[in-house]
């Protein structure tokens, strides 16, 4: 029924930006929060950054002042702007919404891309 695609991860050197970006797909109304997780080998997935409808945001300490996070609710799309980005940014970035309302149902299990690598190497 929904499904999260993820574009723009690769390969850049500390100090460089790159930008994410997410689409939803499927018959979606509304979705409340979208946003971006991260798994670096060997580590669990931890959270990046999300944002609700309210516009409200929730930055991992390690990214707050790097990273900015921005949704198009009309193109049910989030974006990731990863600025000054660090060796210890490296990992698989995925996508993930929560709260998608698709025909007036509302469903509250959370969705997930498929991911996309970001490695900060020089």
């Known amino acids: 029924q929904v499904q999260l695609v993820e574009s723009g991860g690769g390969v850049v050197q500390p100090g460089g930006s790159l930008r994410l970006s997410c689409v939803a797909s499927g018959s979606i109304s509304s979705i409340n929060v979208m946003g971006w997780y991260r798994q670096a080998p060997g580590q669990e997935r931890e959270l990046v950054a999300v944002e609700t409808r309210t516009g409200s945001t929730n930055f991992a300490e390690s990214v707050k002042d790097r990273f900015t996070i921005s949704r198009d609710y009309a193109k049910n799309t989030v974006y990731l702007q990863m600025n000054s980005l660090k060796p210890e940014d490296t990992a698989v970035y995925y996508c993930?919404?929560?709260?998608?309302?698709?025909?007036?149902?509302?469903?509250?299990?959370?969705?997930w891309g498929k991911g996309t690598l970001v490695t900060v190497s020089s």
């Open positions: 993930n919404a929560v709260g998608v309302v698709i025909a007036d149902a509302f469903y509250g299990m959370p969705y």
